[in-house]
């Protein structure tokens, strides 16, 4: 491990614990040592590995990858870096068919139960009597404990040969494995698999092998975009993100998978598909054939009652300090790109501050920008969000929720233009159906990023529980600019940009009641 690693926050176990293959071909040679792990097999028949959260973060990890023809008996072995590997767990096998093309896609899923908090383990991925990668991962903590998550949207894979893809892509993912998070949170727009029309499950692949470099040591958790919108394949298109992915079970009958949440020590994550509320219709989905799919109130408001339940449940939960609702399109933007979505403010806001959602996480916008602190809506037919603290620096969080638009996560195109009146101040375009928009005034927006030199960038957060029932407890959140990506500095160290720290009171004080009577 190199002085400049660990000081980039480099861990020992992400160190010695990575993942043994990559077949993304953008390992170069002179990337770091981290980077370079054993040697591929000869014969690869496990790829695209990443692994997510089961229902329970603490107990359950999924590990899963794609085998390119079908393998028999494939299986995760699993252990503890002292005892080896000691069980065997069979995998689940479910394919589809790309609808554009043909490709069938294989992936295994195997489910890893029965684990202990906070503790190391090792695996392997066994095809067909074959060991094909040793990785390790760390299982959530549990009660309130000091912790760090990352997050950032509209990734795209690394190989510039398809729509979308830069090389940065692959820097974004090295940088999350930098910051050694226990989850990632993907903002929605992952592989940009549906803007390579008739190549989208081999966009997929680039995607997977691209980050699994981080993916494999640690739960990478996904949201839906637009882009995750391939018609033809699925109902709504997610055909192949929920083939690909065993996520956290909501127990829906028709849209498993579409939405979830999970808990990790205080905090509780909301992960919600935005395709179902927002007004904007994703018009550059199929360009050549017009063949674009509107999702708008696809759920029939199943989502929206599973939110306010879900919410509702949390607020007089007293082992949950802290709401974090992660989304794709945002509902508060003053980018020049695509702006603000009336849907989004109608449906999930009243919700958010009902109910004291802390963050909320968007991208679809390749831009950053935070909000000051906000609850409840000024007068005006688009909810413009009422702020409520402008305090830069010392966010109050029992006061309201920051919103934070984190869509720079590699893909070739970004914005990185903010929308201003004829006197600076900034403004913001509203969609406010399938085909309008209103402009206004933000007043809420409170830190844009228009150096458009440093268009990637990544946010990390680190929970600080506090110390006693009905403390105070803090989020620390910091976004990080990835410079640009060369074939002679393929990842180069994250630049801090932004910081602040968010507090709140505990949620297991002496009279504490519901969040929403504060
Ligand atoms: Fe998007």
Not at 187 to 215: C, H, I, K, R
Not at 252 to 267: H, I, L, P, R, T
Not at 407 to 415: A, I, M, V, Y
Not at 482 to 497: D, G, L, N, Q, R
Request: net charge negative; aromatic share 10%.
């Amino acid at each position: 491990m190199t002085e400049s690693m660990e000081r980039a926050g480099v861990s020992r176990r992400s160190f010695l614990g990575g993942v043994g293959v990559t077949a993304g071909g953008l390992m170069v040679a002179s990337g770091p040592v981290l980077w370079q792990q054993a040697a591929k097999a000869d014969t690869v028949t496990a790829e695209q590995v990443h692994l997510t959260f089961g229902d329970e973060p603490t107990r359950e990890v999924i590990v899963s990858w794609v085998t390119p023809t079908a393998v028999s008996n494939p299986t995760v072995t699993v252990g503890t870096p002292a005892g080896g590997f000691g069980r065997v767990i069979a995998a689940q096998t479910r394919t589809y068919t790309d609808s554009n093309n043909g490709t069938v896609t294989i992936t295994q899923h195997a489910r890893v139960d029965g684990l202990h908090p906070d503790t190391d383990y090792v695996y392997q991925i066994v095809s067909d009597g074959e060991t094909q990668v040793s990785s390790a991962f760390r299982t959530a903590p549990e009660g309130r404990v000091p912790f760090r998550f990352t997050s950032v949207g509209d990734i795209a894979c690394g190989d510039t040969a398809y729509s979308k893809a830069s090389l940065n892509a692959a820097a974004t993912a090295a940088s999350i494995e930098q910051f050694d998070p226990v989850v990632h949170l993907v903002n929605g727009d992952l592989s940009y698999a549906n803007s390579n029309q008739m190549f989208q499950p081999q966009v997929w692949e680039e995607y997977f092998d691209n980050t699994q470099l981080s993916a494999a040591n640690r739960p990478w958790m996904p949201t839906l975009g637009n882009h995750e919108n391939e018609p033809g394949n699925g109902p709504q298109g997610y055909l192949s993100y929920q083939t690909r992915y065993t996520l956290p079970r909501n127990h829906s009958a028709d849209f498993e998978g579409n939405w979830y949440k999970f808990q990790v020590g205080s905090v509780l994550f909301v992960m919600l598909d935005n395709n179902d509320v927002c007004y904007q219709v994703d018009t550059g989905t199929y360009v050549s054939t017009g063949d674009n799919q509107i999702l708008t109130g696809y759920s029939g408001g199943e989502q929206l009652e599973w939110l306010d339940r879900t919410l509702r449940q949390a607020s007089t939960d007293r082992s949950v300090d802290w709401i974090v609702a992660v989304m794709h399109q945002p509902a508060m933007s003053t980018s020049d790109a695509d702006g603000s979505d009336l849907g989004i403010r109608e449906n999930w806001m009243p919700l958010f501050y009902k109910y004291g959602v802390d963050f909320v996480l968007a991208g679809h916008d390749h831009d950053y920008e935070r909000s000051y602190v906000v609850k409840g809506t000024d007068s005006g037919t688009v909810l413009r969000p009422h702020v409520v603290s402008a305090d830069l620096h010392r966010v109050d969080s029992d006061k309201g929720l920051v919103h934070l638009v984190i869509g720079t996560g590699g893909t070739k195109g970004h914005d990185d233009v903010y929308q201003a009146g004829a006197a600076g101040e900034p403004t913001e375009t509203i969609n406010v159906s399938g085909t309008e928009t209103e402009t206004e005034d933000a007043p809420w927006s409170a830190v844009t990023d228009p150096d458009t030199t440093h268009p990637w960038g990544l946010g990390v957060f680190d929970v600080d529980p506090g110390r006693f029932p009905g403390d105070k407890t803090t989020m620390t959140f910091t976004y990080y600019h990835t410079p640009a990506a060369t074939a002679s500095s393929p990842y180069p160290a994250p630049v801090e940009f932004d910081s602040f720290t968010a507090t709140r009171t505990r949620s297991d004080g002496f009279g504490f009641r519901q969040r929403d009577s504060k």
